[in-house]
C-alpha cells in the first residue's frame, strides 16, 4: 500500500523519462530458430512456454539458448527424460494479451510443464494492481483447464531497479512497483496446489542484461532456466506416473 501510494505521488515528476524511454528504446527482435524443440531422450514431458519477451527470447540468439530452451534442458537433466517444449511468446505483452490472444490457442496436446513469464510490461505500462491479480488469477484458470495434470510455474516478477536501460528515478520507481505486483503474484498462485512460484531474486548488474540493457544475457537465460528447473523438478518428481 505504502509503495504503491509512494509510486503514484512521484510518477507524474518522472513522467518525460518514462515517455523519452518508450519512445527511444532500442527494439531488439525475439529468438531466432524452431518455435518447438526437444531436449534430452526417453519418456517424453510436454512444456509450453507462454507469455511475453522473455518466452519471445529477446536477448538470446535462439530459443534453445532462451529461457524455454534452457529449462528444457534443465528439466531433463534432473528428470532423467526428454523434455519437448514449445514456444508462444509475443514481445511487450502484458497480462491482458496473453490471457485473450496467446491463451485462446493452446495446443491441441495435454501439456505436463507449463511456464508463465507475465508482468513487467504491466508494471511499465501502468496496469492497476487489482487488474494484474484478476488476470493472472483468469490465466491460471484457462491454463488448468487446459491441461489440468500440468504443473504451472510462474516466473517472478524481475528487479526492476537494476535494469540499466531505465534512468533513475523512473529505475527507482519501477523497482518499487514491481515488488508491489511481485507479491501480489505470489499471493494469487499460492491459492492453487498445482502451481509454483519462481522467484527471480537476483543482483541485477549490468553484466546479467543483453545489449537493450532490458532483456536477459544468454547466461542469465541460463541461470533463469536453472532457477525454473530448480522448483519444477521436485515437485514432477512427486507426482505418480502419467498412464
Not at 45 to 56: C, E, K, M, P, Q
Not at 139 to 150: D, F, I, Q
Not at 231 to 239: E, G, Q
Request: glycine letters at 10%; one cysteine or more; a positive charge.
Amino acid at each position: 500500500m505504502i509503495r504503491s501510494l509512494l509510486f503514484w505521488t512521484l510518477f507524474p515528476f518522472v513522467l518525460p523519462q518514462a515517455i523519452r524511454i518508450r519512445n527511444n528504446a532500442p527494439r531488439f527482435p525475439g529468438a531466432g530458430g524452431p518455435r518447438e524443440g526437444s531436449a534430452g531422450k526417453g519418456t517424453p514431458l510436454n512444456l509450453l512456454a507462454i507469455g511475453d519477451s522473455i518466452i519471445a527470447g529477446v536477448g538470446a540468439g535462439d530459443l534453445s539458448k532462451a529461457l524455454v530452451g534452457q529449462t528444457a534442458a534443465q528439466l531433463s537433466d534432473r528428470l532423467g527424460c526428454r523434455i519437448d517444449w514449445t514456444a508462444r511468446g509475443s514481445i511487450g505483452a502484458n497480462s491482458n494479451k496473453v490471457l485473450h490472444r496467446l491463451a485462446t490457442r493452446l495446443p491441441e496436446t495435454d501439456l505436463d510443464i507449463i511456464v508463465l513469464s507475465v508482468g513487467v510490461n504491466d508494471v511499465t505500462g501502468l496496469t492497476r494492481l487489482s487488474r494484474w491479480q484478476r488476470n493472472l488469477t483468469d490465466l491460471l484458470t484457462v491454463l488448468h483447464r487446459h491441461s489440468p495434470l500440468a504443473i504451472v510455474a510462474v516466473a517472478g516478477i524481475p528487479p526492476l531497479k537494476g535494469f540499466p536501460l531505465l534512468p533513475q528515478p523512473l529505475r527507482m520507481l519501477f523497482g518499487l512497483r514491481g515488488k508491489t505486483f511481485d507479491r501480489a503474484a505470489w499471493k494469487v498462485v499460492s491459492r492453487y496446489p498445482w502451481t509454483v512460484y519462481v522467484s527471480l531474486d537476483f543482483d541485477p548488474t549490468p553484466d546479467k542484461f543483453s545489449a537493450d540493457g532490458y532483456h536477459p544475457s544468454e547466461a542469465s537465460y541460463t541461470m533463469f532456466g536453472q532457477m525454473m528447473a530448480d522448483r519444477i523438478a521436485p515437485v514432477i518428481k512427486t507426482l505418480p506416473p502419467r498412464k
